[in-house]
């Protein structure tokens, strides 16, 4: 970074200046609980979006997507209903959305961006997301996060909330970056993740922050996985409302700092997916290393981690590496079987492709640990990813038995 250090801030999305949220209960979860976030830029921001590739398309990505071409102001989030495969009522329903949130802000409803999640194919309660919108226009304010947080969560056992600060040799603040994100299971990511929502005071071009939010999103929320499917609602939202005055382009000192800050809000996020990931025990750190290309070690990596037979093996504990390299040879990716060696933290379990006599209580040990360290090297380049994804447990089966309930 340079001139420049980074500086972890406990907060949420409020930590960006300019911006405030609010959480709030409009009836759409029968617990009670928080179900209709808002997030507010007090002056005109330029948003970038990364989304699904899931080919059924929920129709708030649809008006998002559409939406933030132009100058964004808010984003509305219900959270309980997906509003998915719901045609062209779905639609008018997310468009509706937007225009009430407009019309209680006294903005543009193309100002408004708008997001679901939840249970899919049910229609959006219009009378309830009304009340809750403007509920939460009157609970604005800049330390509503939390609570926004919280309101956008399914099955998420934990709100997850990061942020930062960029600051000068000096400890002058240059610039914000913060987020929250919501995701527990059906993560599997491509392009996006379940639902993440970020800000910064930077004034950058459009052009130039999607370019930014894409890379960060690929070393990200595209190296995680909890059960290998993809959502119909995954989105990634960054807003750049311009407060701090600081400007970003590729010509500037604070470009590499800027994307190093955005890597990091993003990661943190993607992790915190994982480690709350529904029933996970245990988060798998996989790093595939010695390879050709960044996309060889990436697919081999989600093929791995979204082995529900690797998953059981590591939720018991059992050093099984033999699942691991069925996982690795049943993708597309070429490489050569005869140079693979793996390693379970410290304990090498094959050599060259081939089994080795190891200390399994050792072993067994690793696999005991809240986060697994694996290792495979290919042995044939120079590049290395590392991705996250978790163990597969009984309670998953359980929560994902009764999600309707």
């Not at 928080?34 to 002056?43: Q, T």
Request: glycine share 10%.
């Amino acid at each position: 970074m340079g001139s420049f250090a980074m500086k972890i801030v406990k907060e949420g999305i409020t930590a960006v200046p300019g911006i405030v949220a609010a959480g709030v209960h409009c009836g759409l979860k029968k617990n009670g609980d928080k179900d209709l976030a808002l997030i507010y830029s007090k002056e005109s921001s330029v948003a970038a979006g990364v989304f699904t590739r899931n080919k059924f398309k929920a129709p708030p990505l649809l008006v998002t997507a559409r939406h933030m071409a132009g100058p964004v102001r808010a984003v509305v989030v219900n959270s309980g209903i997906a509003n998915a495969c719901t045609g062209e009522q779905g639609l008018q329903d997310a468009l509706k959305t937007a225009e009430i949130a407009a019309d209680k802000l006294g903005i543009k409803k193309e100002e408004v961006l708008v997001a679901s999640t939840g249970v899919i194919g049910f229609y959006l309660p219009m009378e309830k997301i009304a009340f809750g919108i403007g509920k939460a226009v009157s609970e604005l304010s800049a330390g509503g996060g939390k609570e926004a947080a919280s309101a956008i969560t399914t099955t998420d056992t934990v709100s997850k909330e990061s942020a930062c600060r960029v600051e000068d040799s000096k400890g002058c603040s240059a610039f914000t970056i913060a987020g929250m994100a919501k995701g527990s299971g059906m993560i599997c990511p491509d392009m996006a993740t379940m639902l993440a929502f970020l800000a910064t005071d930077v004034k950058i071009k459009k052009e130039l922050l999607q370019k930014a939010l894409a890379k960060a999103a690929d070393y990200s929320f595209n190296l995680i996985t909890v059960d290998g499917d993809t959502s119909t609602n995954d989105m990634v939202l960054l807003l750049a409302n311009g407060v701090s005055g600081v400007e970003i382009t590729e010509d500037s000192p604070l470009w590499e700092a800027f994307n190093q800050a955005l890597l990091h809000v993003c990661r943190d996020l993607s992790y915190q997916i994982v480690a709350d990931g529904e029933g996970a025990t245990k988060v798998i750190k996989l790093t595939v290393k010695g390879a050709p290309d960044y996309r060889t070690a990436r697919k081999l990596a989600r093929a791995i981690l979204n082995s529900s037979l690797v998953r059981t093996a590591f939720f018991g504990e059992d050093a099984n590496w033999g699942r691991i390299i069925t996982a690795m040879g049943y993708t597309d990716v070429e490489f050569y079987p005869e140079r693979v060696n793996i390693f379970l933290g410290p304990v090498q379990v094959t050599a060259s492709g081939k089994g080795l006599v190891f200390d399994e209580l050792q072993a067994k040990q690793v696999l005991m640990q809240p986060e697994i360290p694996v290792l495979i090297d290919l042995n044939m380049g120079a590049k290395e990813v590392t991705a996250w994804g978790c163990d597969l447990s009984y309670e998953y089966v359980k929560i994902n038995s009764a999600y309707r309930s």
